[in-house]
């Protein structure tokens, strides 16, 4: 089956500093994937759109100058916490569609910032 | 926007005992339906979906979910849980042509031996 790398999958950083995000469509190409946010016990929070060769879209309420999105290629996008603050702590999330049909998730970062 | 609704967060039950969980959603027009689960420690899989056609769908795993439009609903069961059936799972929708996936809060299912 289709699978989705994301990269890392565990990373703790200083407040301040900033944190990449890697999401990789392994067997196919994705001119879209998703962005998500997951908070303990608690749904799959949509942060953006990301498309290849082109803008991000944001949700509302999600900061685009500090969530980073870079679609270089049709199978890696990036996400960049900039300058990360303790309540940037998260489960960040990934997904690319297939086909325009079946969404494909990665494994999560869990993301600390100390 | 879509929204979806996923209720009793937690549930508890033993082996060979059936699983329903509950799913509705809110949105006027024409739908897409998922159920993903969420193993420990692994990511999201899909176990089943529901684009058209017959509104019992079959998924991996002796899943099985059906869609009933008049009641909005998407209900996920399954006759008889393993131990390994210990999973968060989440509802998911999108309208027709458009790829914005909305989730539920999630199930979080523990089946003890």
């Known amino acids: 089956g289709a699978v989705v790398s994301q990269h890392p999958s565990r990373v703790i950083c200083k407040s301040g500093t900033s944190v990449k995000i890697e999401c990789r469509s392994l067997d196919f190409q994705a001119t879209t994937m998703f962005w998500y946010r997951q908070f303990p016990k608690q749904s799959l929070m949509l942060m953006a759109t990301s498309n290849e060769g082109s803008k991000a879209t944001y949700e509302q309420g999600v900061e685009k100058d500090k969530f980073l999105i870079n679609h270089a290629s049709l199978t890696l996008s990036t996400l960049t916490v900039t300058s990360a603050h303790p309540e940037d702590s998260s489960f960040y999330i990934c997904?690319?569609?297939?086909?325009?049909?079946?969404?494909?998730f990665g494994q999560g970062t869990r993301l600390t910032v100390v | 926007a879509q929204s979806v609704s996923q209720h009793n967060h937690h549930v508890i039950l033993s082996e060979a005992a059936s699983l329903e969980l509950g799913c509705n959603y809110s949105?006027?027009?024409?739908?897409?339906l998922f159920w993903y689960v969420q193993y420990p420690g692994q990511h999201l899989q899909l176990l089943l979906k529901?684009?058209?056609?017959?509104?019992l769908v079959k998924g991996i795993k002796g899943f099985e979910a059906e869609f009933i439009k008049s009641k909005f609903s998407f209900n996920l069961r399954k006759p008889s849980v393993q131990w390994s059936d210990t999973a968060e799972y989440f509802c998911?929708?999108?309208?027709?042509?458009?790829?914005?996936?909305?989730f539920g809060k999630g199930n979080q299912v523990v089946v003890i031996p």
């Open positions: 998911a929708v999108n309208a027709k042509g458009n790829n914005r996936l909305a």
């Open positions: 949105y006027g027009g024409t739908v897409n």
């Open positions: 529901y684009f058209s056609g017959d509104p």
């Open positions: 997904s690319a569609i297939r086909a325009n049909t079946e969404a494909f």
